[in-house]
Nanobody, 120 residues
Framework: QVQLVESGGGSVQAGGSLRLSCAASGYTYMINCMGWFRQAPGKEREGVAHIQNDGRTSYLDSVKGRFTISQDNAKNTLYLRMDSLKPEDTAMYYC??????????????WGQGTQVTVSS
């Protein structure tokens, strides 16, 4: 079992920045991928960014160049730095982990989410 707790959400104006954190505990040695997802009201959940244990990252096209995913393996913590925020980034953001090497294990563990609201 892996437990995930997100923090760092909040309300900002367009153009502002936020940094989300996700603290992992439990069987963290099993984790191969960590990622951020988001879901806005009335919309499907979408993957925002993920990072593999070897450091390779992947981003949603709409956040490339504005968001940066990183991890601190020593602290078992995942981060998402979000700059140049837009109103369309408003959503509940979730942290998730995958146990498979190429992030294709279905993301079995999720945090409770942290709200990000961007006003124009």
């Amino acid at each position: 079992q892996v437990q995930l707790v997100e923090s760092g959400g909040g309300s900002v104006q367009a153009g502002g920045s936020l940094r989300l954190s996700c603290a992992a505990s439990g069987y963290t040695y099993m984790i191969n991928c960590m990622g951020w997802f988001r879901q806005a009201p009335g919309k499907e959940r979408e993957g925002v960014a993920h990072i593999q244990n070897d450091g390779r990252t992947s981003y949603l096209d709409s956040v490339k160049g504005r968001f940066t995913i990183s991890q601190d393996n020593a602290k078992n913590t995942l981060y998402l730095r979000m700059d140049s925020l837009k109103p369309e980034d408003t959503a509940m953001y979730y942290c998730a982990v995958d146990l498979k090497l190429y992030c294709d294990g279905g993301w079995p563990y999720w945090g409770q989410g942290t709200q990000v609201t961007v006003s124009s």
